[in-house]
């Protein structure tokens, strides 16, 4: 995700932002990966800009690297990631050792909670992308980034992707939440309300905590699916750890360029759900003239579980 989009990616220091939204050639100022032009020469794309997933493109080395970033990510997500983010990848039995196979994988999510795979070649434009979430359909990026770029990729690959979001939609109360939010973005296009709903993304799919009686716990794909997030969000007393509130975050800018000033913590996935279920054009008026505020700022209606020292801060802009 960039400026103002759900899903336009820069990946830095292993921090990754949101899945999938916003066409990339639709910003003069962002170039389209030379990654993603290779990936997919000579493919091409349904209107929907879906495509058959092309395992025979896959080599041995593209294994390797899905099986060494899982591999790193499971040692590392017990007593960090939610139980129902680990739940999920028992559950849907995701390979380790390759690229999952994208039909196999949809036969055990569509008896889990009706949600499938769709495969698609890298970022999609915003209302592709909330249509086929409000029909249960999660796009995925197919292919997978090369060996040399474990810790840096500017855009969401198949591992970003699959490993960071898929394992949650077998929980079927988070599975209902991310259906109900593209229905809404389709309703927050019509409205030139997206820069509050992608805030709301940025801070729950991607970049969400949650309560758990052991303590906080990761359930956003942009932490799990990163080695150094997944240990700087839960241990260092740098960010802001606050309770979550709707509005509050629809107001919130955001980091892309570092880790997050602040990760806003919810009680449990229900809270999600029930957050999303009212009409939202009431509370985008009403927000509408209230001025944004920074990615680490604090105010005085805020819960906050940890204010942080702000230590290592970047001076760079929020966006």
Partial sequence: MRPIRTQEYVHLQDTYPPTGLSDMNDRSDFVVPDITTRKNAGLSHAADYTLPQPIERYSQADHATWATLYRRQCAMLPGRACQAFLDGLTTLDIDADRIPDFERLNIKLQAATGWQLVAVPGLIPDDVFFGHLAERRFPVTWWIRDPHQLDYLQEPDVFHDLFGHVPLLANPVFADYLQAYGKGGIKAAGLGALPMLARLYWYTVEFGLIRSPEGLR?????????????????????????????????????????????????????????ATAPDFTPLYQSLAGLPTLGAGEIIEQDTVLNAGNREGWADTGDV
């Fill in 218 to 274: 990761i359930y956003g794909a942009g932490i799990v699916s990163s080695r150094s997030e997944s240990e700087y969000c839960l241990d260092s007393a740098s960010p802001n750890r606050i309770g979550f509130d709707l509005s509050r975050i629809m107001r919130t800018r955001y980091r892309i360029d570092t880790f997050q000033k602040t990760y806003f913590v919810i009680d449990d996935f229900a809270q999600l759900f029930d």
